[in-house]
């Protein structure tokens, strides 16, 4: 007898008990094993070949590289302030560029129209209804931390603080000026915060600034200069704001572009996309804001306008800077995660704005724009000295550097904060649909669970083997496990019993007649 004829009678004769079918291979699975098949190397080979490491100084030059990549602005901010420091006569007022024409009107103007080219009108619109959370960012940004600055510089004029008295205007007035254009919209997109909100919020907060922010610096000007202990630089400030020139200037310089950008981009949206993506315009605005810093500088190295000032007066205004922004962003979590960390009442809680709307609040509502700040300090001081307005910018320019630095710190915080918050929602959601999943410390009290065999239900829903016991409130097997185990709650074991019960005694529907 052959040796294939004696296995068919073998077969014949005993039969198996357990027919094991082949797996049916699925058309990924067939992919993937087509995709192996053909690969040029194994795992073997893969593992055991010898891997290259890179120098060391290829990998110094990689991480200097990208850093250089991510901060080019505060790079380009230092160069633009050392040039204004060897050649002031090139950008200052009058100068070889003529400045006061060049930038502080054409840079200005390029600014202005690249951000109206980047406002999606889209998004905009999507979040124009949501007054509340408008107002709660430009109440804090506008109203909240100017009127705190004002009250902290009057307090060091009162103490007769040895700092400069025109570095402390400079405080007020960039606590006065409104939220950046760009850098919050970008933050709190890498954040996972709220984009559309951020950007809502970027373009109204600047449109009011044309308007709040004179006010604010004329509201604030009388007192700190009653209040100065020194006879000088202050009073040099001072007089009255001709708000129509203001209006006029701000309205010619950076709401027209504005407007006109964003008119553009709604009759063009994608056109504009693609020159805008081309030609990277987000940093043509950077680098016109390099040489509005670059004219500003210059005029107040060739005036000796920061002949009196210390090193000790930037370092304590860089200081105070920081306080303020953490400050700041601490006061706008609160406010907009309401009664965070506490639960408190139900009707509090309904106030409390998702945690990608905080993120947005606190971007929008601590940061403040160089790109505003610079222009309106040119035409609130324009026949003051040139060289007073480099002065009054540097705590602007310094809080702006500090707001990019811990600004990009947050966002990895903030991100696994928001992370977290989702896990959470998907967790009291399978909560709410019967999916139960043991944590981690329970699979390890009770091993009996850490290996379920697989389960088939009907409509062929397969619970395969796992670490997590997934549906396992419908499935009799799993039941069973958790009833022995005793972390079933009691209304489910007491379902469980039913379920043991003879048919006679069991309704119309099936153990495994689940809802998937």
Not at 57 to 67: N, P, Q, T
Not at 99 to 109: M, R, S
Not at 460 to 474: D, I
């Amino acid at each position: 007898m052959s040796d294939a004829k004696w296995q068919n009678d073998i077969t014949t004769a005993y039969p198996s008990e357990v027919t094991i079918p082949k797996p049916t291979l699925s058309r990924c699975s067939l992919e993937r094993k087509h995709s192996i098949s053909h690969s040029t190397y194994s795992e073997k080979s893969a593992t055991l070949a010898p891997s290259k490491k890179k120098p060391w100084y290829a990998r110094v030059k990689s991480i200097l590289m990208a850093g250089l990549v991510k901060y080019w602005f505060l790079l380009g901010l230092a160069i633009a302030i050392i040039l204004a420091w060897q050649f002031p006569n090139v950008a200052k007022k009058g100068g070889y560029i003529r400045a006061e024409w060049t930038i502080k009107w054409g840079a200005v103007i390029v600014i202005f129209f690249i951000s109206g080219l980047s406002l999606r009108t889209k998004i905009l619109a999507q979040t124009v209804l949501r007054v509340r959370l408008h107002f709660l960012i430009q109440f804090i940004n506008l109203l909240i931390i100017p009127g705190f600055v004002f009250g902290l510089v009057l307090l060091f004029f009162k103490m007769h603080m040895p700092l400069n008295s025109l570095l402390l205007v400079g405080v007020v007035i960039a606590a006065s000026t409104p939220t950046t254009v760009s850098s919050n919209v970008v933050m709190t997109k890498n954040a996972g915060g709220n984009e559309a909100s951020a950007l809502m919020n970027a373009a109204l907060g600047n449109v009011l600034g044309i308007f709040v922010s004179p006010a604010l610096v004329s509201a604030f000007q009388g007192p700190l200069i009653q209040a100065t202990p020194e006879e000088e630089s202050p009073a040099q400030a001072g007089g009255k704001v001709d708000f129509v020139s203001v209006l006029q200037q701000l309205g010619l310089t950076v709401l027209l572009p504005l407007v006109v950008g964003q008119i553009i981009q709604w009759l063009f949206t994608e056109p504009v996309a693609k020159i805008k993506a081309k030609c990277r315009l987000s940093d043509v605005s950077s680098i016109a804001l390099l040489t509005l810093v670059w004219s500003v500088f210059s005029d107040a190295i060739a005036s000796g306008s920061f002949n009196a000032v210390g090193g000790i007066d930037i370092l304590a205004v860089a200081i105070m800077n920081a306080g303020f922004y953490t400050l700041f962003s601490l006061l706008s979590f609160y406010l907009a995660y309401i009664p965070a960390p506490f639960p408190g009442p139900k009707w509090v809680q309904r106030l409390r704005y998702s945690r990608e709307d905080t993120i947005a609040v606190m971007y929008c509502a601590a940061t403040k724009t160089v790109a505003m700040g610079v222009p309106l300090i040119n035409v609130l001081y324009q026949s003051s000295d040139p060289g007073m307005v480099g002065v009054l910018s540097t705590p602007l320019l310094l809080y702006h550097v500090e707001q990019l630095i811990l600004g990009n710190l947050e966002v990895e915080l903030l991100k696994r904060w928001v992370a977290r918050g989702k896990q959470r929602d998907l967790e009291a959601q399978q909560e709410e649909d019967g999916i139960v999943i043991p944590s981690p410390d329970t699979l390890a009290d009770h091993p009996d669970l850490q290996r379920v065999d697989p389960i088939y239900c009907s409509e062929t829903t397969h619970v395969g083997s796992s670490n997590l016991t997934y549906g396992m409130g419908n499935s009799t097997l799993v039941q069973s496990q958790l009833a022995q185990s005793e972390i079933m709650p009691s209304d489910a074991k007491m379902h469980h019993k039913d379920d043991q019960k003879p048919n006679e005694y069991r309704d119309s529907k099936g153990p495994f007649d689940t809802k998937h």
